[in-house]
């Protein structure tokens, strides 16, 4: 093995050691080995692999890169490419050239090994060239050895050198004891005598001053400045020009002094005008605006041109000036004590008052969104400057302007809204009402611009992002009350306030907690509006009248918030499992916000256009099998009618293609096409409000108002004591009220005393308690003091019972003592009907058949007989059409919906308005106070006729009879005659059955 070369030897070691860590032989004596290690050998000698493909190698570090900048990795995209470059051109050891095969063989083989680049985390780290060692080797000292060198007599004198000298030379020099003799002007002695710049060089720096007098500005903001040297071309001195033909034709012109500055300074003074700041030269802050000063000019403008131009950028700046300032004031920055947007006139008193107080929540929301947009403009203009000072290109003023138009439009926009939502606004106004202006204007804003169409969409885009910015505190607000129950506003800011007066476990919680606040078209005065904030009818048709001005983003669902609101704040009070299961810290953090929620629906409808081409094909794909099946349901139709046109069917179906619900309506029957959908006339940001806001605040709204509901049902028995009202007071408790009931009755009968109260009470509570004992103790009657006028007539000795029912709280909020009086005035009705049924049923009958039917007697006795068979079946008919076809019917419609009421006040408005229902359907509403006068006298003449009947037929005489029959007479006609004349107009469709009942009894008459 003594012919092998190194590298053959090193490479036999290698080999052996990868076949004993591959096959785990370590006996090189063994066939085996020996058998591995000569096919090895075999491989390495005589294969041949193919050379690197320099091109493939290119194509993938150009893939890697691009696959990097997809990603957005563009620091790690030109890591790669600059250090796969500076690899390339670097040379190798023992290879001669860049980018050779060597080169490309290392970057292959890394390709190889790596393992998706894109994915790995890599951070440049910087790389520390290894600096060429000095040498240290002291050369005097080696090659002095052995010689007698003499220091001369002055030893410790350092050594002269030419670079010494040369140092010397350089040293800085004053203009005065420089040795260069400079003219001065009398305006540079002026300036030197000042030493207001000081300025030096360097002697041996002959460009110093040329460098200076390129870099420095020329100081055009002092009197008496230096002219600054331009070109003698005609365009450049079209001032002088335009002077010298005024000269020339106006005998009176008398030339001005005037301050002449370059275009680049007044870009540059443009530019920090519009930066906000207020110390500069050409434009000038007097009284709150911005004037240009007269007798700035250039060379190559007249001065009416320059003057015009200039007026038209100050503009601008003023406008900027006002939105910084209010900027200022608003973060604390300015030392000004007025309130944000407020004018200086008002008084010292409010003044100190108001800057007392910090901004509330919404103006620093949009301060906040103007501060980000001034940003960005800011960085717009630092871009311009420094192209500016570098001079790479030409900049002119009508380019800097041309580039700066999108900006100042933008800016015109903002200062539009700022005048009209914040500084118009009087001072003293309340927080709620500058809160809501200010929103209203935007939004107003954004509907106006949004009707243009493509011709707004930068300033569309800058009022959207501004509004989203603004409306944040009113969503916080929002989600802190509708998610806890916590109307958390302290600088009262919220349309809606809190009544701190009135706790959560009080009856009237749900009415008078909270006040809607807003402010009329007309007057600016604030107006509180309860029956609003309680989600009433009255309110909303009060405020629809007065056309209030509220936010008006949230008048489409303030119904939802207000009861989402109440809901979860009474929620919280209750002893529920409801509103634990939504408590804790941990639930809540993971809770996502309505703002955020808001947000991610707005950036996820923004990203709905784009779809993929297989989502594409398949919609064509839907939607032409759609068309083929509204086609075929038109031609079926068309067919009925004996028309045969496909075309016609084609175009009928693509016309109403996009209605979802066509295919149902259509082949149902129904082909009444409903043309008014809101969604057709609604602008696009309305319906991003609808599809992007709208409905988290109604889920929620429902979650809350149905957690309630259940919560109410379920643990607090609602609808136990809802049928509780209608068993006692609506008598639907039959067998239980007519044991009550009929003892007053038997006492009437007896002719003794039943109006005592411990007699009552007894009466009821032995009634109640054999079969409900659980309302025994709720249950209560008392008796009403009344008029003596009033208690004329027998029916009426009933008047002033009253029946009471002790409803905890918070079923209290439905059952209000307001719903107890309806239900006493019915409660009152159904006694007089029971009480005349109940004389009628109780009479007996008292051995007339001894009388021969011809007797005066007989004949007497069959007319009473008669006539009390009459009045049965009017008291029957009445008494029928009461509790069957009132309190029965309408009781079953109540029941289903209660069961189907999404919230409280739903529940309320539906008890309201069963209450409301069944007591005009009882005549006890004014405006038929004289048919219930007319059935009052039937019930009274029963209550005689008892009375009579119960002393004995001889105690009778013939007239009153007589009488009897003509005042029934009478009554029962006015009431047949007024009820068909109502069922007939159609006013009242539910007394048709006892019209109808009530005009066969009068037939038989």
């Known amino acids: 093995m003594s012919h092998l070369t190194k590298f053959e030897k090193d490479l036999d ?125 002291d050369w005097a000292q080696y090659l002095l050895e052995g010689e007698d060198v003499d220091p001369g007599p002055f030893p410790d004198t350092p050594e002269w050198s030419e670079e010494s000298e040369e140092e010397d030379g350089q040293q800085p020099l004053s203009r005065e004891d420089s ?83 370059t275009e680049s300074q007044v870009i540059r003074e443009t530019l920090w005008l519009l930066s906000g700041v207020k110390r500069l030269f050409i434009f000038q802050h007097q009284d709150g605006k911005v004037v240009v000063r007269n007798d700035v000019v250039v060379t190559h403008l007249t001065s009416n041109c320059l003057r015009s131009l200039l007026e038209h950028i100050a503009a601008y700046g003023q406008a900027v000036s006002r939105l910084q300032k ?22 010292s008193s409010s003044s100190s008052k108001r800057g007392s107080e910090p901004p509330f929540r919404t103006y620093q929301a949009f301060v906040w969104a103007l501060y980000k947009y001034f940003i960005s403009f800011k960085e717009e203009l630092a871009a311009i400057e420094r192209d500016l000072i570098t001079k790479d290109e030409t900049v002119t003023l009508m380019a800097v302007l041309e580039s700066l138009y999108p900006h100042l439009a933008q800016i015109k926009v903002l200062h539009k809204v700022f005048c009209t939502g914040v500084a118009d606004v009087p001072p003293g106004t309340p927080n709620v009402v500058r809160a809501s202006h200010l929103l209203n204007t935007l939004y107003k804003a954004i509907i106006e611009y949004d009707s243009v169409g493509e011709a707004s969409e930068q300033a569309l885009a800058l009022l959207f992002s501004l509004w989203v910015e603004t409306v944040r505190p009113y969503l916080e607000i929002v989600d802190e009350w509708i998610m ?30 909270y006040t809607l606040y807003s402010v009329s078209e007309a007057v600016d005065g604030e107006e509180k509006l309860s029956d609003a904030a309680s989600g009433s009818s009255g309110g909303e048709q009060a405020a629809s009248s007065r056309q209030l001005t509220m936010v008006s983003f949230l008048k489409p669902v303030l119904k939802q918030v207000i009861m989402a609101g109440k809901s979860m704040q009474l929620l919280k009070n209750l002893d529920c499992k409801e509103a634990e299961q939504h408590e804790g810290p941990a639930r809540d953090a993971e809770r996502t916000s309505l703002y955020m929620l808001f947000l991610e629906s707005v950036q996820s409808r923004l990203r709905r256009g784009e779809e993929s081409p297989t989502d594409t094909v398949t919609e064509q794909q839907a939607t032409k099998r759609s068309l083929i099946k509204m086609q075929s349901i038109v031609a079926r139709h068309l067919e009925l009618g004996d028309i045969h046109d496909p075309l016609l069917a084609i175009n009928f179906a693509r016309l109403y293609l996009e209605q979802s619900d066509f295919h149902e309506r259509f082949s149902g029957g129904d082909i009444i096409m409903d043309r008014s959908s809101e969604s057709v006339t609604c602008q696009t940001f309305e319906l991003t409000l609808r599809s992007c806001l709208y409905p988290h605040i109604q889920l929620r709204y429902i979650e809350c108002c149905g957690n309630l509901m ?15 009202m209608r068993n006692y007071f609506l008598l639907e408790a039959g067998d239980t009220m007519y044991d009550f009931y009929t003892a007053i009755f038997d006492k009437v009968l007896e002719k003794e005393s039943w109006q005592q109260l411990s007699f009552l009470n007894v009466q009821l509570q032995e009634a109640v308690g054999q079969r409900c004992p659980e309302d025994s103790s709720r249950l209560s009657i008392f008796l009403e003091t009344i008029e003596p ?38 409660f009152l009705l159904l006694l007089q009907i029971k009480w005349a049924k109940y004389s009628l049923d109780t009479l007996f009958d008292g051995g007339h058949e001894e009388n021969p039917p011809k007797d005066p007697v007989h004949q007497q006795i069959h007319r009473m007989f008669l006539l009390r068979v009459k009045l049965m079946h009017f008291v029957n008919s009445l008494h029928n059409y009461i509790m069957t076809r009132i309190l029965h019917s309408t009781g079953l419609e109540f029941q289903h919906q209660v069961q189907e009421a999404k919230d409280l006040d739903q529940l309320i408005k539906i008890h309201y308005r069963y209450l409301s229902t069944i007591h005009d359907r009882c005549l006890l509403r004014e405006k038929v106070s004289f048919v219930k006068e007319a059935i009052m006298k039937v019930l009274n003449l029963v209550l005689i006729f008892s009375d009579r009947w119960q002393a004995g037929f001889g105690a009778w005489k013939i007239e009153s009879i007589e009488k009897m029959e003509s005042d029934f007479k009478n009554c029962h006609m006015f009431l047949v005659t007024i009820l068909n004349k109502a069922v007939c107009r159609g006013s009242f469709p539910h007394l048709e059955s006892l019209a109808l009942s009530l005009m066969a009894g009068f037939e038989q008459c």
């Open 789 to 826: 006028t009033r208690k004329k007539q027998p029916i009426n000795n009933l008047d002033g019972l009253t029946l009471s029912y002790k409803v905890p709280w918070p079923v209290d909020i439905v059952i209000s003592s307001e719903c107890q009086k309806i239900y006493n005035q019915v």
């Open 484 to 513: 806890h129950g916590h109307l958390f506003d302290p600088a009262r800011e919220f349309i809606i306030q809190r009544n701190k007066d009135v706790p959560v476990d009080h009856r009237d919680f749900w009415y008078a907690t």
């Open 179 to 261: 040795g260069i003799q400079v003219d001065r002007t009398p305006q540079e002695d002026h300036e030197h005598h000042n030493k207001s710049v000081p300025v030096a060089w360097k002697v041996g720096e002959p460009d110093a001053r040329v460098w200076l007098e390129q870099h420095v500005v020329t100081p055009y903001w002092v009197s008496h400045a230096p002219r600054f040297p331009h070109s003698l071309h005609l365009h450049s001195n079209l001032l002088n020009v335009w002077d010298q033909h005024l000269y020339n034709t106006d005998p009176l012109y008398l030339p001005e002094e005037k301050v002449f500055v």
């Open 326 to 347: 209010f900027v200022d004031e608003v973060t604390g920055y300015s030392p000004e004590t007025s309130p944000p947007g407020g004018s200086s006139s008002s008084s």
């Open 710 to 724: 259940r919560t109410l049902k379920k643990d607090y028995r609602l609808i136990e004591y809802l049928q509780a």
């Open 13 to 137: 070691r290698e080999v052996k050691n990868l076949i004993k860590h591959t096959s785990g032989i370590d006996d090189e004596e063994d066939h085996n080995f020996q058998a591995a290690l000569k096919f090895a050998w075999s491989n390495f000698r005589f294969h041949r692999f193919l050379d690197v493909d320099s091109h493939k190698v290119q194509r993938t570090i150009n893939g890697i890169y691009e696959k990097l900048m997809v990603h957005s990795d563009l620091s790690k995209a030109e890591s790669w490419m600059r250090l796969s470059g500076e690899f390339l051109n670097s040379p190798l050891p023992n290879t001669e050239g860049v980018k050779t095969d060597a080169h490309h063989g290392v970057l292959a083989l890394l390709l190889f090994l790596s393992d998706c680049p894109s994915n790995a985390s890599f951070s440049e780290r910087p790389r520390l060239r290894d600096a060429e060692k000095e040498d240290s080797f």
